[in-house]
């Protein structure tokens, strides 16, 4: 049985109360028609518990709008959605078509700063998140007494005379649930030994952050990434309100895991009654980094796991020896849960 509107229901008990399961629970297939975000597709999704959240099935399949019960969870960056078709490649380039949103996948191949590696140049956080799914499906059904909503597709990063990745992603959740979960697959359909980074990174803002929030985990070591973060390291787990001429703070964690081997990381508000939990595999994942960024109109805080400590770039991964690579047909999985939090005010 579910849970849902303060009591227990079976699936024979809902049905007799709705025409169409849409009116509690659903997935809806949208077209943007104006803007930056002109013929993005996207996939709304609502649960019925007050959690709904936005996946763009032309970048990715990366989810951008995400609210609870009409609080705004993720932070919507000044360029806000925008298609694929407008991507920069080059730097920098790709903070212009940088949404924001709760989560935006960076990789296949490289993450982190712009470097030259090999002697190619690799622009800011890689192409996926720029690139369009195909095969995109979406279903919502009863597996006994619990309705399931699923969106499911592959994207592939590719290139003549160089990588052939393909990034396969199933995002679920079920009605009545506070929490989704992401399921990724990424392959070598080359022929070669490919470098392989990819690093999630989960974009939260107002008024989930504020200067009552608190960042919660159990970590084996925290360092920081540069000089701008090193005076932040005593409060790397506390925020600040917005404040003019913030220079963004990132931190490297190294967390630690429990008895099965999984990751814990919890963002807390308090005085909101909301907080953010992620669920997740330190083997497939083992470092996690901090993006605190408190300035005006740009306040965000970013929980970002990633599969290398490489966040200088893929030169920089290579030098540590900490470039992962997936041979001809190898795959890796990647799984996270993503959960709100609710408390007592």
């Known amino acids: 049985m579910l849970s849902l509107y303060n009591r227990s229901w079976t699936r024979h008990e809902l049905l ?10 659903g997935i809806q297939l949208l077209e943007a028609a104006d803007g930056l975000e002109r013929s993005t597709r996207m996939l709304h999704v609502w649960t019925g518990s007050g959690l709904d959240f936005t996946v ?4 990715a399949l990366d989810i951008s709008a995400c609210h609870y019960k009409g609080v705004p969870i993720a932070w919507a960056s000044p360029v806000g959605v925008v298609h694929p ?11 212009r078509s940088f949404p924001g949103g709760l989560l935006v996948t960076c990789g296949l191949d490289h993450y982190g700063a712009p470097s030259q590696d090999t002697g190619e140049q690799f622009g800011l956080h890689g192409r996926i998140s720029n690139l369009p799914a ?14 399931v909503l699923e969106i499911a597709g592959q994207v592939r990063q590719a290139r003549v005379f160089g990588e052939n990745l393909v990034l396969r992603r199933r ?23 490919q470098p392989h980074m990819i690093l999630y990174h989960f974009n939260l803002g107002f008024p989930l952050v504020s200067e009552d929030t608190r960042l919660h985990l159990e970590a084996e070591q925290t360092v920081p990434r540069d000089a701008d973060a090193e005076p932040g390291l005593a409060e790397w787990h506390t925020l600040q309100p917005p404040t003019a001429g913030y220079r963004e703070q990132v931190f490297r964690h190294t967390p630690v895991a429990d008895a099965r081997g999984q990751v814990h990381v919890e963002v807390q508000n308090p005085a909101l009654g909301l907080g953010l939990r992620w669920t997740y595999d330190k083997a497939s ?8 960024m408190m300035g005006q109109g740009m306040y965000v805080l970013g929980i970002e796991p990633g599969n290398s400590s490489g966040i200088e770039g893929r030169a920089m991964a290579r030098q540590r020896g ?23 005010v």
């Not at 007799?16 to 629970?25: E, K, L």
């Not at 078709?85 to 903070?95: F, K, N, S, T, V």
């Open 322 to 344: 900490d470039l992962p690579h997936l041979q001809p047909g190898e795959s890796r999985r990647y799984t996270l849960e993503v959960t709100v939090l609710e408390y007592s």
């Open 285 to 292: 994942l083992p470092h996690l980094f901090e993006w605190k």
């Open 16 to 25: 007799q109360r709705v025409g169409h399961m849409d009116q509690i629970a």
């Open 56 to 59: 763009l099935a032309d970048r």
């Open 134 to 147: 195909r095969a995109v499906g979406y279903r919502a059904y009863w597996e006994e007494d619990d309705y």
């Open 171 to 193: 995002i679920s959740t079920r009605l009545g649930s506070n929490a989704m979960r992401i399921e990724d697959v990424v392959t070598n359909e080359g022929f070669a030994p």
């Open 85 to 95: 078709a407008y991507y920069d490649p080059q730097g920098l380039g790709w903070l």
